[in-house]
């Protein structure tokens, strides 16, 4: 079975910065993507950015330019480093498999648990 854990959540005051790690099992990397979608309150889980086998990168627009994505395969980590928070950023954010390689609640076959973040203004 595929787990995904996330960590490294927490508050942080806005244009602060923190790093979210996923650790992966169970799931083999090759040839397929994975993402970190998030939920704020009162939201739909919306899609932040995905990564794929070959390195292809997409970020949502409202990140584009402040958070990154990265992929360590001899750790099996996924990574989700965040700048420049804003309060909008808070909401709960998840690592995901997806299939196919796009950005779309349809999209995801595997979420993780979840990890809190809250930007304080």
């Known amino acids: 079975d595929v787990q995904l854990v996330e960590s490294g959540g927490g508050s942080v005051q806005a244009g602060g910065s923190l790093r979210l790690s996923c650790e992966i099992s169970?799931?083999?990397?090759?040839?397929?993507?994975m993402a970190w979608f998030r939920q704020a309150p009162g939201k739909e889980r919306e899609g932040v950015a995905s990564?794929?086998?070959?390195?292809?990168?997409y970020y949502a627009g409202s990140v584009m330019g402040r958070f990154t994505i990265s992929l360590d395969n001899a750790k099996n980590t996924l990574y989700l480093q965040m700048s420049s928070l804003t309060p909008e950023d808070t909401a709960v954010y998840y690592c995901?498999?997806?299939?196919?390689?796009?950005?779309?609640?349809?999209?995801?076959?595997?979420w993780g648990q979840g990890t809190q973040v809250t930007v304080s203004a």
């Open positions: 995901v498999v997806l299939n196919p390689c796009s950005l779309s609640l349809a999209s995801v076959t595997q």
């Open positions: 169970g799931y083999t990397y090759g040839g397929g993507c």
């Open positions: 990564i794929d086998s070959a390195g292809r990168i």
